[in-house]
């Protein structure tokens, strides 16, 4: 079976298991309290090197980390990953863009507001310009959605998977979307396909 | 004909010209000055919306961007992507490490120090920060290639141009590399199948 190490709170966790509760895949949870470093001891860097979670564990043993190759490896063949070249390109394109240009802004001011007591005089200074950033991120994607429902192919995927996964408590951390409606009216959308897994709860 | 969108001393780029140098593919090279806005215009945003090189403009007109999306939709089918859908995922993971874990840091030191007259306060601040999470990053690559040729299947792929691309001008950066010796031994490799495709001429 497969195993899958992960931190309730997390975006990028909540991919993995928005993946696995769609194809009906079934695995073991272990939790990894990311604020009390379990994903830094020797045992865990002996399954991801880099210290993070998601990390799964296949069914040979072996491991597989960074959350957009792990559901990009779930996805293959189904309906959530494209069968068309250009459409796959399209697909990482915009799972790039969200590792780049939109996560270390969204998802980190959301955990530095959501999840630390209080911030480092480092990260005040830093605040300012990852909000901008996380604007910045988010109004590509209204730029985008204003013409298109999905991010690919007009059709939910993978791309939603990964985008949704942060934007969708981006007011965590203090991030207004009032600006973006084409945004709202997608994540709306995507949240019919979520069904029942929510990011910091298990399902 | 395709038609690449770059800045000659960009590594993001760089891995765009490797690949398609390798697979012998025609384009025709448009230079877009990142330091004098020029991806910032909005002829540029109309070709990529989150106003980046590399972008790439496909045979009918419409644009891809993303560069590890790019080398992606290039190669394949071919020798440099593999057959295998575990080796895929696996390339996937360390092209996400590049862009979420290397790339911030070893290349966005190098830019700073390379490219700009002067750092800025934040700048200085978050250098010795950067510097930190870039070695480290070299330290998972460094123990992945004390045991491996290559990041992938034990052949050069699109993973290592990936890694390389930004690791080989990583002095520039002020790093140094000298503890890594598996690091510098996969450099030596892959610069063997590189050819005389450079970061900073055109070939």
Redesign the interface.
Same mark, same amino acid.
């Given at each position: 079976m497969l195993t899958l190490y992960d931190f309730m709170g997390s975006g990028n966790g909540y991919k993995v298991r928005l993946v696995l509760a769609h194809l009906g895949l079934p695995y073991r949870l272990v939790e990894c309290d990311i604020l009390k470093g379990e994903t830094r001891t020797p045992e865990f860097l002996a399954r991801n090197?880099?210290g993070r979670i998601p990390t799964l564990q /296949?069914e040979d043993g072996s491991h597989?980390?960074? @959350?957009?190759?792990?559901i990009?490896?779930l996805a293959?063949g189904t309906v959530l990953a494209p069968a068309d070249?250009?459409a796959?390109?399209?697909t /990482?394109?915009w799972?790039?863009?969200e590792?780049? @240009?939109h996560?270390?802004f969204i998802a980190t001011v959301r955990f530095w507001k959501h999840f630390l007591p209080r911030l480092s005089p480092?990260q005040e200074?830093?605040l300012p310009?990852r909000m901008e950033k996380g604007y910045a991120a988010l109004g590509?994607m209204e730029?985008?959605l204003a013409r298109h429902p999905y991010f690919v192919s007009g059709t939910f995927g993978l791309a939603d998977i990964a985008l949704y996964a942060y934007t969708h408590v981006a007011g965590e951390g203090g991030f207004n979307l009032d600006a973006f409606p084409h945004v709202n009216a997608w994540m709306a959308r995507v949240a019919g396909h979520a069904g029942d897994v929510s990011i910091d709860r298990r399902n």
């Open positions: 090197p880099n /296949l597989l980390f960074e @959350s957009n190759a792990i990009w490896y293959e070249r250009r796959r390109a399209e /990482l394109q799972m790039f863009f590792q780049y @240009s996560e270390p480092l200074m830093e310009g590509v730029h985008h």
